[in-house]
């Protein structure tokens, strides 16, 4: 038995000399054609398939989304993915602009099943592959490289002819090397040329599509890049193929593989929304799409309303999406943290600003695209929990229940929110953030409760106001009355004469919230004590001055708690 002791169980892949390698210098500047494998790839990968009608809506989504190139089964496979299209093409669920896509092996009766399905349909890509490493066809198939080539050419050329007795159908052929990437470079050249010539009829308007797929991904991404660009300086009418990508996520790279491979030149890319498919799943169209959108690149695919999508494709695979999928997941426009909640409120805040300085219309810390453009709520940004701060609190505040508390109290507030998330042990919600509030600064537990407040201009000096105060201290109530040179002046006046700390009303801020016959005053006042605290308090009422005169008396009730 030979000994395998001393053969390494892994070697790293051997990489390509490119002496001039054009790849890393580009950018994507303007989109592929995208093609969906969802009915197919992503389908067969589901623990629990599809039934018939939910393959029909999830047909339409895509369509509604905008794919133009839709692979929706392997006809030949079984009688219900023949069915399904039949059931597209009788049925005339196929938009006039949308091709159809049916994936088969070089096999004689199964391109016949094959083309049997695509009776009468108006535009339709039949999909051959081929498995072309070395592995695939010595281990599991047992042909040779030429045998394969002439299995391949033997279908092609069936399937020419079968779609030249289709003349009222727009027949397109894609051809696979199955695993590209372990493939021999120029044997997957040899292959594809083979199969070019037997389609026979691929022109630059109707070039027949070459699919190099990452089958497996065995590779990190630039080496997939430098293979389609080898491939492609290797082939000699690149002008009559579209080359398409097809990427695997084994090792967590599909993405990535797939961008710098557009950049080696190809044209079309092939996946599912939100990657579903075979192991870790093929790449996510989601992310590809969303990618380009954040960089300016029109894609074609309208994903303003992701949230509506994600739910739809969880519903019918019964897979969920997680909460950091990128671009689609509940958390991805999310901040927990105190600092990155507050960079972006401020960023929000100042956006025209930045938009001018910057040159671009969106430039917000730590969100690189608009969540509005997906169909995000921006309420959703700022989640609170014992990492939040201070300025994630305020935006909760702000843009949940128009409260917008003047900067110097936020620290205050921060603390008392903070202080319930430690106890909770939890993320908490807008509406406990709302309720903390309340409790901490609009309705503090304290001695002082407050009955009515009256106050009265004189009669010869109307600077001078007269102040009645009712208010229970304790529970024993009480009615003080002393003068100042205004409202808030002679309410502090009678206050005092309770007892109080001694105390001074600084400069406080007033808001209004609501419009018109309903709006009420917000008053946030700050309460300089002799001891070298400073309290805020707020009040609310329709009238400014009685807002303020209820933001003092909790201001003391707080002070009162915290002694």
Not at 386 to 415: C, F, N, R, T
Not at 499 to 507: I, M, R
């Amino acid at each position: 038995m030979e000994d395998n002791a001393n053969i390494p169980k892994y070697i790293p892949p051997q990489g390509f000399d490119i002496p001039e390698r054009q790849w890393p210098g580009k950018t994507i500047t303007q989109s592929p054609i995208w093609c969906s494998v969802d009915l197919r790839d992503g389908n067969q990968a589901l623990p629990n398939p599809l039934a018939p009608d939910q393959k029909l809506e999830y047909f339409q989504l895509l369509c509604k989304i905008g794919f133009k190139h839709i692979e929706v089964a392997f006809p030949s496979a079984s009688s219900d993915d023949f069915t399904f299209v039949r059931r597209l093409i009788e049925e005339n669920h196929i938009p006039d602009d949308v091709f159809i896509m049916g994936l088969t092996q070089c096999r004689r009766h199964l391109v016949e099943r094959t083309f049997e399905s695509f009776k009468d349909i108006k535009r339709g890509i039949v999909h051959l592959y081929a498995a072309t490493s070395d592995l695939h066809m010595e281990e599991v198939f047992g042909l040779t490289r030429q045998q394969t080539i002439d299995m391949v050419i033997d279908s092609i050329a069936l399937s020419r002819k079968l779609a030249d007795e289709m003349p009222e159908s727009d027949i397109r052929l894609e051809f696979s090397p199955e695993e590209f990437t372990a493939t021999d470079l120029d044997f997957a050249v040899e292959i594809c040329e083979a199969a070019v010539n037997a389609w026979g009829k691929a022109t630059p308007e109707k070039p027949m599509i070459l699919n190099l797929p990452a089958t497996v991904e065995r590779r990190p991404p630039n080496h997939y890049a430098d293979m389609v660009e080898l491939f492609m300086s290797k082939f000699s009418c690149p002008e009559k193929v579209l080359i398409s990508l097809h990427s695997h996520n084994d090792q967590g790279m599909a993405v990535a593989s797939t961008e710098l491979a557009l950049l080696a030149g190809a044209h079309r890319v092939e996946g599912t929304l939100f990657g579903h498919g075979e192991r870790t799943g093929n790449v996510d169209l989601v992310t590809m799409a969303c990618n380009l959108h954040s960089r300016g690149v029109e894609t074609g695919l309208d994903f303003s309303s992701l949230t509506e999508i994600a739910n739809t494709v969880a519903t019918l695979t019964g897979m969920p999406i997680p909460a950091r999928m990128p671009y689609s997941g509940d958390y991805v426009f999310t901040a927990f943290s105190g600092s990155h909640q507050d960079a972006i409120r401020k960023g929000m805040s100042r956006l025209d600003k930045s938009a001018k300085r910057f040159g671009v219309g969106w430039a917000v810390p730590y969100l690189h695209v608009d969540p509005a453009d997906l169909g995000k709520k921006y309420e959703s940004l700022i989640r609170i929990n014992s990492q939040s701060g201070k300025g994630g609190v305020a935006w909760v505040l702000e843009q949940d229940y128009g409260i917008e508390a003047p900067k110097a109290m936020h620290p205050e507030i921060g603390a008392a929110v903070q202080k319930f998330s430690d106890n909770a042990h939890r993320e908490i919600t807008s509406s406990e953030v709302h309720s903390v509030f309340n409790a901490e600064f609009v309705e503090p537990a304290g001695p002082y409760e407050l009955l009515g407040y009256w106050p009265r201009p004189d009669d010869d000096d109307p600077t001078q106001i007269h102040g009645e105060v009712r208010v229970k201290v304790g529970g024993d109530e009480k009615t003080l009355n002393a003068d100042g040179n205004g409202p808030i002046s002679a309410f502090v006046n009678c206050m005092k004469l309770l007892g109080t700390p001694q105390f001074t009303v600084d400069d406080y801020h007033e808001q209004a919230v609501g419009k018109g016959a309903n709006a009420t005053a917000l008053a946030y006042v700050p309460l300089k004590f002799d001891d070298g605290k400073t309290l805020y308090g707020v009040g609310s009422d329709t009238n400014i001055d009685q807002a303020a005169v209820r933001a003092i008396v909790a201001g003391l009730n707080r002070h009162a708690k915290a002694e």
